[in-house]
């Protein structure tokens, strides 16, 4: 079977249907492009057919181009991969340019064959490319129906034609929110933004499509930009309107990245330097500027991690080779705001939930979480009636721990104390079968020692929901000393139902995302204490790509929630604790009452709304500003080193296996800089040795920021850290 077939109707309409066997979704091959054309060809050459219809055999159009492929091209090309991917480039815009012309007369644009594509759902990247080189484009009126080119959300640009189509169609300025954030339009939103041209019911989508091909003249299929006189709309950069469009973009682009995410730069160069030639000759100007961003460092680290790192452990790269271990029906233990989250997912995903509080008000509160959610959803027409009915009927809210009677996992989210959380599970145990498994939702708590209070044990695991549970999408599995397969199996299994990231990681305080948030924060309030300009700390996290800066980061979480954390992690360390510095400051802003967002006070100040109004000035009274100030680069490097040697130190301990999870667990979980692909793929970026450097100019600043022993070996023998564990192997075996 091949991902494309041919057929010629009766009405004299040939049907290119796309539909990748063993897929739920098409996405490009390597091939599949050659088929396509040769499909073209045929329709083009047979004098019965009077037009063509591009769609899918699926209820989805496209999820866009198989990402592997790109990597295979740079592998087998030798010593010029640029060369190689600006052909393949070059290539794809042949073929589609193809598709565009459709047969038409170069000097009088007429004999041409109208080529329509027909969109049942969801379309992507490529294929939201190949829809643009079609002369129509229908789509169906579905509810999870989305069409757009998301492709700078991984790094990249749209590169098969999509950036200098979509710009000449509706200038620079109203495709800018399309191109630049990756926006992906549900069906009239993607009609008003001229993605395509008609909205349909799904069971017209043929037919509309068929009937438009059979009526179309010359002058529907020659594309505006192949006519005399054709001018960009909202103006050229030589243009005083397209001037200025120009100069905002460039600003707005600027802002935006902060100059870390040079796809964003690239398309906007290939707009602008397309713009002012020939349609074919800014084809060429897109595949340069595209060629060089899959060349550069950054995209090939967005896609390692956010694309295929992401898929494999999405897939199971790390599962236990155990049965499948659905989950059927989940008892939610607690019904704050984490359990409430956990019991909306579990639901929504179409497993029977148990939500268990010690009140029934407190139970129904829970519940009614679920509704809110919901109801929002169905304001944004995202959600109908009847899909909220269906997933609100799946939540039972109650007391009555017998209702747990029947569930196959246990998810324990009632308060971070050791002792309630022991009571709970004895408790629970007592009712529940001999194979439920049970997992307690923590995220600082050692696993090995909450197994304790378990008749089972090796049926006891961690999993670490990140809040809110409904927008988040890491969770963090966590192995205790006893875990067994199965139990890992199980949560994984659980993670994948709910759509999901999993990372599996073996237990140690803190497991791994709070072990690199916590310095990452404790990094910037220890500046504070020493007097560097808190506008300083922040504006150099935002330069580096991190969505929030310590101190913002710690407000979000509550400031009382870290006093909670230092006090307890002191406990446990003793004299080997080393963070009093930063408890001097941050313990002082809890007994001003300054507690963060929530208290709409911390070391932001904000609105009685709660909108940050900026930094707090009130901080300078008690920590004024150092005379003299540390370099950008020495903040930077502080409050990244923080992070990315507790992310080594974790792997060389054995908490973090698979340096993929470190990565992709970094970016999903805290927001790590998503440009660089995660703490390993930084490290490869700027190499051991540099880094090693780093260290050692940092290590006035405390033993914190001694080189690991592993970096040090690599620093050594000048390797990487994709290349000796890129394939998924532990520290251990190296």
Known sequence: MTDFTYELHDDGVAVITWDVPGKSMNVLSRDAFDTVEGFIDQALADDAVKGVVITSGK?????????NVLASIKAESGDNPAQALFDFTMNGHRILRKIERAGLDPKTNKGGKPIACAIPGLCAGIGTEIALACHRRFMADTPKGRIGLPEILLGLFPGAGGTTRYSRMVGAMQAAPVLLEGKMLDPKKAKSAQLIDEVVAPDELLAKAKEWVLNATDADIVKPWDEKGWKMPGGAPYHPAGFMTFVGASAMVNGNTQGVYPAAQALLSSVYEGAMVPFDTALKIEARWFTKILMDPTSAAM?????????????????????????????????????AGIAYVSANAGIEVVLIDQSQEAADRGKSYSTGILDKGIQRKKVTEEKKDQVLERITATTDLNALKGVDL?????????????EMTQKVEAIIGEDAIFATNTSTLPITELAKASKRPGQFIGIHFFSPVDKMMLVEIIKGAETGDRAVAKALDFVRQLRKTPIVVNDARFFYA??????YINEGIRMVGEGVEPALIENAARLLGFPLGPLQLVDETSIDLGVKIAKATRAAMGDAYPDGAVDEVLFWMADQGRMGRKSKSGFYAYDEAGK????????????????????????QHRLMMAQVLEAVRAFEDGVLEDIREGDVGAILGWGFAPWSGGPFSWLDMVGAAKAAEICENLGSHGPRFATPALLKDLAATGETFY???GGGQ?????
Do not use: H
């Open 514 to 519: 709070n072990r690199c948030i916590i310095p």
């Open 303 to 339: 896609i390692r991690s956010l694309f295929i790192n992401k898929q494999a452990l999405e897939k199971g790269a790390n599962r236990p080779n155990v049965p499948d271990e659905t989950v059927k029906k989940v008892g939610v233990l607690g019904a704050g705001m984490m359990g």
């Open 723 to 725: 290349g000796r564990y």
């Open 612 to 635: 940050r109004q900026g930094l707090w000035d009130g901080l300078e009274g008690k920590y004024p500003v150092a005379d003299t100030q540390p370099d950008l680069s020495t903040v």
């Open 59 to 67: 209820d989805t159009f496209a999820g866009g181009m198989d990402l």
């Open 730 to 734: 532990a520290a251990e075996a190296a």
């Open 410 to 422: 246990i998810v324990e989210a009632v308060f971070e104390d050791p002792g309630v959380k022991a």
